[in-house]
């Protein structure tokens, strides 16, 4: 029987821990110097490389069972490729050198002659992701925050350390493509049925005493059975190719969005022979990663990074109880938001009945965010009714989204401000009214902050902070703190009519309604704008929005809609959506249209012009200072309208043309 003697590390480094341990089983703890997170960056790779040296050298003179692979951080295992190295690439070429030796080392990992065991807690994607496709076994925790997937098509690329294959061998192609085109995120008590992980265990304690005994026992991981398998061989493979391109083009376009449709041509060529397929891989990688499309969406991951911090770091005030004011549409679901989110709300409203069916409306939600039935008993324990606002004395924050009228709003803060605890947020969602009105009668004003919350709640990421003029900056930075602490992003502006958002967007809206007025068919309109790329068209967008709403909105930004369309159809109480007709009529939620076909060319220069008065409005609310950057207004209007999020948003994108020797149309140009 083969003696083993615990061996320190003889290999320098700075992002991993290695040691080999009493029972010979080497140990790789990857803990990235001077990051809350680990990511796999090149000097990472580097030094795994030589662990993986060491550990061929070591194997090959029995000196080692196994190898196993673990995170060093609290918080995640692998988050992925270090993305901000892949700014550093200016060619294919320079794609292709950097792919060559993480897949070079993968492939190495996969061929040791021992066990490599990943033992895994936390967030592991991406390259994570395809890290541990290359282990033999591969073990999770339970936890819910334990998740693998594949986010790259977010970024406009696809899996590129040969996870295509592997995640095909070990999962299925089903399974596998799904998991790559769509870029969520992965329940380790889901990934484990689907093939990506073998072994599950409660906690991240156990981990370590599993993977020990995963080694011990020589365990491999069992490749997707044949019942899988089958449908990556002709002419399976061929069928479902098909099938998974009909259902990709129902949900983006291949000029906008071109990685999934890459990676699906990747399968139907090669997902019957995966050494062919990790081969081509690469080739099909390099030009999408060089692509402005990707370029343009990981800035917009860097916009994320960018809101984020909107929110001050080491800030000590921490939201866990919030009261709600108005048990609407908006106030409910913002009340539900905050609960979903771990938070105890209470929330009031006049009308037993309003509040009653506000409440009852984030069942959906919490059937959605929660998966056990006691979680979402939990959430539903803390909604709690409070139709006389007993709450308010206790809560972190106070919400107002009541009825937009100044007096009613002045008469509740005045009485809220006696009723609220020390230190506890004042807060208004008004889209239309300023916060020094509102405030007036406060004695002490610069407390009022808005917090601006956009429709849906649960689905729109962005939150506008307003600043009111005489706002103190520790409220807007308890605002910011707050919308991060609910999972969305803070924008903190001026308190100017429709902060920037609604002032962005309205010329936009309203420049589209008055080409309607001037005879353009409302649905070639539309179809301009989605081919621009926007998620829906102006007129569709005014349906939905409301056109009640829409003409309010008008009014407060002066956009004169006197005597138009527009004000006719509210008149008449058809006002879109929610009435069943307005510029379109609806069925079953949806706007009824034609079968008009409209000639390409002709989209992409109206799209343009369409888009030429929300970039315009874009760059005065810039000089305007309604927020402090340019990145911050392509922020806003990207997570805030949906913009083209390929393109950048609308100030950036109007900098590549130029940078091109092209410009957007003008506004003036636009009316012409």
């Keep these: 029987m083969t003696e083993f003697a615990a061996e320190p590390s003889i290999i320098e480094l700075k992002d991993w821990r290695y040691w080999v341990d009493g029972e010979g089983i080497a140990w790789a703890i990857f803990d990235r110097e001077g990051e809350s997170m680990n990511s796999l960056g090149r000097r990472p790779i580097e030094e795994l490389a030589r662990i993986i040296s060491q550990a061929e050298t070591d194997a090959a003179a029995k000196k ?29 070429q320079d794609v292709v050198a950097a792919l060559k030796p993480v897949n070079e080392l993968f492939e190495r990992i996969e061929k040791l002659s021992v066990p490599v065991v990943a033992a895994i807690h936390g967030v592991c994607v991406g390259g994570g992701l395809e ?215 209470t929330l009031q409203d006049i009308s037993a009945e309003q509040l009653e069916k506000g409440i009852k409306a984030q069942g959906k939600l919490f059937a959605k965010k929660f998966k056990t039935k006691a979680a979402r008993d939990a959430a539903k324990a803390r909604l709690i009714a409070d139709p006389e606002g007993k709450g308010v004395a206790r809560a972190d924050v106070v919400i107002e989204a009541i009825v937009e009228r100044l007096d009613i709003k002045q008469k509740l803060f005045a009485d809220l401000e006696a009723r609220v605890k020390p230190g506890a947020v004042l807060a208004t969602n008004t889209s239309s009214l300023k916060l020094e009105d509102i405030a007036a009668p406060m004695k002490d004003p610069g407390r009022l902050i808005g917090l601006h919350f956009f429709s849906p709640v649960a689905q729109m990421p962005l939150v506008e902070v307003v600043r009111g003029n005489g706002t103190r900056d520790d409220e807007v930075k308890k605002g910011a703190t707050f919308v991060t602490s609910i999972d969305k992003f803070p924008l903190i502006t001026k308190d100017v009519p429709g902060f920037l958002v609604n002032k962005v967007l309205t010329p936009y809206m309203f ?146 043309l130029a940078q091109k020797g092209a410009q957007p149309p003008t506004q003036a140009a636009a009316a012409e």
């Design 131 to 345: 890290l541990i496709l290359a282990c033999h076994y591969r073990i999770a925790t339970r936890d819910d925050s334990t998740r693998v997937g594949f986010p790259e098509v977010k970024l406009g690329i696809f899996p590129g350390f040969n996870g295509t294959a592997r995640s095909i061998r070990q999962a299925g192609p089903m399974a596998a493509m799904q998991a790559m085109l769509t870029g969520g995120m992965i329940r380790a008590s889901v990934a484990k049925p689907q093939g990506f992980i073998d072994q599950l265990v409660n906690s991240p304690g156990e981990l370590h005493w599993a993977a020990r005994k995963a080694v011990l026992q020589n365990r491999r991981s069992t490749p997707a059975g044949s019942a899988k398998a089958i449908l990556a061989k002709w002419p399976a493979r061929g069928f479902l190719a098909g099938k998974i391109r009909q259902e990709t083009e129902k949900k983006v376009r291949e000029d906008h969005y071109p990685a999934p449709f890459r990676l699906i041509d990747l399968f139907e060529k090669f997902g019957g022979d995966l050494e062919a397929m990790k081969r081509e891989e690469t080739k099909a990688f390099a030009p999408l990663m060089m692509s402005d499309t990707s370029k343009n969406l990981r800035r917009v991951f860097r916009l994320t990074e960018l809101l984020k911090g909107q929110a001050p770091k080491g800030f000590k005030w921490r939201p866990s109880r919030v009261h709600v004011i108005g048990a609407g549409t908006m106030g409910a679901d913002i009340a539900g938001v905050c609960v979903a989110s771990g938070m105890e709300v």
């Design 64 to 92: 080692i069972r196994g190898l196993v692979i673990m995170s060093g951080k609290e918080r995640g295992f692998v988050v992925g490729a270090d993305i901000r190295e892949f700014e550093t690439f200016t060619s294919e």
């Design 511 to 656: 420049a589209a309604m008055t080409r309607l007025e001037q005879g353009e068919d409302k649905e070639k309109i539309d179809e301009a704008a989605r081919t621009f790329g926007m998620p829906m068209g102006p007129i569709e967008l005014a349906d939905n929005v409301g056109l009640d709403i829409c003409a309010h909105v008008a009014k407060i930004l002066g956009q004169s809609s006197e005597g138009s369309r527009l004000d006719r159809l509210v008149a008449s109480g058809r006002l879109g959506k929610k009435t069943g007709e307005g510029f379109y009529v609806w069925k079953d939620g949806k706007p009824v249209k034609s079968e008009k076909k409209f000639a390409k060319a002709e989209l992409e220069l109206l799209g343009r012009e369409l888009v030429a008065p929300m970039i315009d409005e874009a760059q005065k609310s810039l000089d305007d200072g309604v927020v402090e950057t340019a990145d911050l207004v392509d922020a806003g209007m990207i997570f805030g309208t949906g913009f083209a999020p390929f393109r950048g948003g609308p100030l950036h994108y109007r900098a590549s």
